[in-house]
Structures are given as structure tokens and as C-alpha cells.
């Protein structure tokens, strides 16, 4: 599929899809958890269709009935359920229940498709090594696909943080561990999707103890998940592009379905356009964004929240002067490599934009509109729509069907804005 787009401004009223970092953490209590959970909101589609797979492949059962999802858990009884389980493109998904499979005695599969095979996992593997299971990658150049089998029993391990997800899923599922365990990580990124996390255990009456730098954690054996009730919030990744070409066009542009008290990394998204010259009106659930003044370069750590990187280097372009976007060297071990990838596509668009190991360097450039490639990933297609209403001439964006990961009404909510934007099958 591809879009085509033209130059527009936009404003109005967004509704925010809801949140897949938390979709995914209340499919995974709910598949351990003993009885009948309800959640309301999902994110049923892409990646969060894909963890929905593995929660039936791991033995839960799930119904869905309108926006509400019924699962009845496991009890944390993992013998049931498939073999192998197909991840489509979910790096969370597959992280985060690989750790659950280890609670069984029965080996799984885990793959996915291509942009999933090149993305980490032995550093999660091993952990979970340390601790009772075992594993076998298949091939000696890529991670994935994998078999693992426990069960893991609890115990002491070490794991890397260049992904927070490694870290995440070891919380979400040892406390199941008939012992108790010490997690030392080294390196931690992304530090606010921990907190999502923790988030989840102490709604959920979970027992741990972390250390004041996040470099230990310890979980208590033996305990079990209740069944939930639970409404999932809006996300604030996704609320970045309705923000972003609020800045970019004038606005101004409503984004509601947010809550400002949620642990979401990406709600700092909006200090950094206050930075950048740009005005937000907070509320509790919503936010006005818009600007009248000439946005200013800045630099900005995106170390709590890579998923931002797309869109703020487009931003980038608007700006005057300089623009640096840094301490972000996890976003070269995303869909793709974020940092090299909306480089080079911007580059053929026109944009001064320099490479960092780390990061961008980003200057204010005129764009103009060309063939893109979004590389099947959706914040990268979603940023390169940002870039083609900003841009004189026509943009075309190649694999825009994969913005449905996230933001499955990517277009029509826009459109509704003013965005020229068209959808073309062919």
C-alpha cells in the first residue's frame, strides 16, 4: 500500500488510539492470571493483534464482544496451547511472553516476520537461562527465531538494558516463579516503560523491591495474578504525530484520550515542543497544541523515549537553526534502524540531516516531495506523512499498511484535520 501526500494544514479534535505498550502488559497478566479478566480498548490490531495470538497460543481463552476482550487465564499453567507461536513484527510481544512460556515445562517456538528476526533476544534468553530454562536459537547470524523451555524456578541473573522490554518481561513473570528471584541490570534505557510496568505490579498487588537507580530488582516467589478489570489508556507514542503536526502546520490540534498521570515516557514529548517554541494546553485526559511563533532548534535526549525519534526529526526541519536529537542509540534496534533509516529518507526529501551514533543532527531545510520507502515500520511511515505536509509537491510513501500496528485510523483521523492524504492499493 502506499500514500500519497500534499502539502496541507491541519486542525480539530484527535481521539488518541489506545496505548500498545499497555495492551500487551494486560494481555500478559490476564493469560497468567487465574479466572475471567475484561479489558476494554485494546489495541487489537497489529502488534497488538499479534500478542492476542500468543496469549491463545500460550492456553488462555479470548473473546472478543465489541471493544471488550474477555480472557480467561491460565492460572498460570503454561503446558497448554500451541507450539509455536508466530509474533508477526512485535519485538514487545515476543519479549514479553517469551518469559511467560519459560514458566512451563513445555518448549516453544517463537518467530515473526523479517523486520522481527533482526532484532535481539539472547540477552533475555540467558536471563531466563540463569534461572531454569533453556533455549536453542536456530540460525548463528539473527536471534529469532527461537525454542525455549522451562520452567524457570527463580534464582539470581544479570540482563541487558539496551532494551527496557528485556527487563519488563522478566517482572511480568517471575513473581510465577516458585522462588525468589534478584534481577542486576546493567545499562538501563527507556526507564518510563519499566515504570508502565511496575505500574502493572502494584495494581496488581504484586510483591518487589527495586533499587533507587533501577539496577536491582528483587520479586518474590510463589504468587499469582487475579483476574483484571481494566480500561487501556490512550497512547502518547501515537498522540506525538497528532501533536507534532499541530507544531508543524499551526494547528490548533485537540488530542483527547490521554491521561497526563500515566507513566508513558512519551508524554515529555510535550515539554520538548514547549522548548521548541511551540504552546500546549494541558488538561487531565486532553491537550491543545498549537503554534504562531517560529519553532526554534533544540537539542533533546530521547533516552526515555525512542519511539519519538521519527517524528521530532521531521520537526526538526521546521526549525531554525539546529536541531539534535540524542542519547538515543536504542532506535538503531527497533523496526529498523530508525536513526539511519529517517536519515536517508529525508535526505531524498531535501532535508540537512546528519547521522549520530546516537542520534541526528537536523537543520532547517525547504522539502520537497519525492518517493519514500517507510521500510514497514510504522512510526517511520507515520513521520514521512508529517514530512510530505510540509513539503511542496506530491510524497509518496511506500508500505504504509504497516501504520496499522499502532494507529490503525492513521488516515481518516487525519484527514478529518485537513490532511491531504490518500490511500493508493496498488
Not at 483484571?228 to 494547528?251: M, W
Not at 534496534?333 to 536517508?344: H, L, Q
Given at each position: 500500500m502506499q500514500w500519497k501526500v500534499n502539502q496541507s494544514s491541519v486542525k480539530g479534535t484527535l481521539i488518541v488510539p489506545s496505548s500498545k505498550s499497555h495492551t500487551?502488559?494486560?494481555?500478559?497478566?490476564?493469560?497468567?492470571?487465574?479466572?475471567?479478566?475484561?479489558?476494554?480498548?485494546?489495541?487489537?490490531?497489529?502488534?497488538?493483534?499479534?500478542?492476542?495470538?500468543?496469549?491463545?497460543?500460550l492456553g488462555a481463552e479470548c473473546a472478543l464482544s465489541g471493544s471488550t476482550l474477555t480472557v480467561a487465564g491460565t492460572g498460570g499453567k503454561l503446558d497448554h496451547g500451541s507450539e509455536a507461536l508466530f509474533l508477526g513484527n512485535s519485538g514487545t510481544g515476543t519479549r514479553l511472553f517469551a518469559s511467560a512460556a519459560a514458566l512451563g515445562a513445555r518448549p516453544r517456538q517463537?518467530?515473526?516476520?523479517?523486520?522481527?528476526?533482526?532484532?535481539?533476544?539472547?540477552?533475555?534468553?540467558?536471563?531466563?537461562?540463569?534461572?531454569?530454562?533453556?533455549?536453542?536459537?536456530?540460525?548463528?547470524?539473527?536471534?529469532?527465531?527461537?525454542?525455549?523451555?522451562?520452567?524457570?524456578v527463580g534464582g539470581t541473573t544479570r540482563v541487558s538494558g539496551v532494551t527496557s522490554q528485556f527487563l519488563s518481561s522478566l517482572l511480568l513473570s517471575l513473581p510465577l516463579a516458585p522462588k525468589d528471584t534478584i534481577i542486576h541490570v546493567e545499562d538501563l534505557h527507556e526507564r518510563p516503560y519499566v515504570e508502565i510496568t511496575l505500574w502493572w505490579l502494584d495494581k496488581m498487588g504484586i510483591s518487589y523491591r527495586v533499587s533507587d537507580d533501577f539496577a536491582t530488582f528483587f520479586i518474590e516467589g510463589g504468587q499469582s495474578y487475579?483476574?483484571?478489570?481494566?480500561?487501556?489508556?490512550?497512547?502518547?507514542?501515537?498522540?506525538?504525530?497528532?501533536?507534532?503536526?499541530?507544531?508543524?502546520?499551526?494547528?490548533?490540534?485537540?488530542?483527547?484520550?490521554?491521561d497526563f498521570s500515566d507513566p508513558q515516557g512519551d508524554k515529555e514529548v510535550f515539554s520538548a515542543l514547549e522548548r521548541m517554541g511551540v504552546t500546549v494546553k494541558r488538561k487531565h485526559h486532553s491537550a491543545v497544541v498549537s503554534c504562531d511563533n517560529q519553532l526554534q532548534g533544540a537539542t533533546i535526549d530521547l533516552n526515555t523515549m525512542p519511539d519519538a525519534l521519527p517524528a521530532?526529526?521531521?520537526?526538526?526541519?521546521?526549525?531554525?537553526?539546529?536541531?539534535?536529537?540524542?542519547?538515543?542509540?536504542?532506535?538503531?534496534?527497533?523496526?529498523?534502524?530508525?536513526?539511519?533509516?529517517?536519515?536517508?529518507?529525508?535526505?531524498?526529501?531535501?532535508?540537512?540531516?546528519?547521522?549520530?551514533?546516537?542520534?541526528?543532527?537536523?537543520?532547517?531545510?525547504?522539502?520537497?516531495?519525492?518517493?519514500?520507502?517507510?521500510?514497514?515500520?510504522?512510526?517511520?511511515?507515520?513521520?514521512?506523512?508529517?514530512?510530505?505536509?510540509?513539503?511542496?509537491?506530491?510524497?509518496?510513501?511506500?508500505t504504509a499498511e504497516s501504520a496499522s500496528v499502532t494507529y490503525p485510523g492513521f488516515v481518516e483521523s487525519f484527514s478529518q484535520l485537513g490532511a491531504a492524504i490518500t490511500i493508493n492499493d496498488k
Open positions: 500487551i502488559r494486560a494481555l500478559l497478566i490476564a493469560t497468567l492470571a487465574q479466572g475471567e479478566s475484561i479489558l476494554e480498548e485494546c489495541l487489537l490490531e497489529g502488534d497488538g493483534r499479534s500478542a492476542l495470538d500468543a496469549a491463545k497460543g517463537f518467530d515473526g516476520d523479517h523486520s522481527l528476526r533482526t532484532r535481539p533476544m539472547k540477552p533475555l534468553l540467558k536471563a531466563l537461562q540463569d534461572l531454569g530454562a533453556s533455549f536453542t536459537i536456530e540460525q548463528n547470524d539473527q536471534d529469532i527465531p527461537f525454542s525455549i523451555q522451562g520452567p524457570v487475579q483476574p483484571i478489570r481494566e480500561r487501556i489508556p490512550g497512547d502518547f507514542s501515537s498522540a506525538t504525530f497528532g501533536a507534532v503536526v499541530a507544531a508543524l502546520t499551526g494547528g490548533p490540534v485537540t488530542l483527547e484520550n490521554i521530532l526529526s521531521v520537526l526538526g526541519c521546521h526549525a531554525l537553526g539546529e536541531t539534535r536529537i540524542v542519547n538515543v542509540k536504542q532506535a538503531r534496534i527497533k523496526e529498523t534502524d530508525r536513526i539511519a533509516v529517517m536519515s536517508g529518507e529525508l535526505s531524498k526529501m531535501g532535508a540537512a540531516i546528519e547521522e549520530l551514533e546516537d542520534g541526528l543532527i537536523i537543520k532547517k531545510s525547504s522539502l520537497v516531495g519525492t518517493q519514500v520507502n517507510g521500510h514497514d515500520d510504522h512510526r517511520v511511515v507515520m513521520a514521512l506523512a508529517l514530512a510530505g505536509l510540509i513539503s511542496s509537491g506530491e510524497t509518496i510513501i511506500d
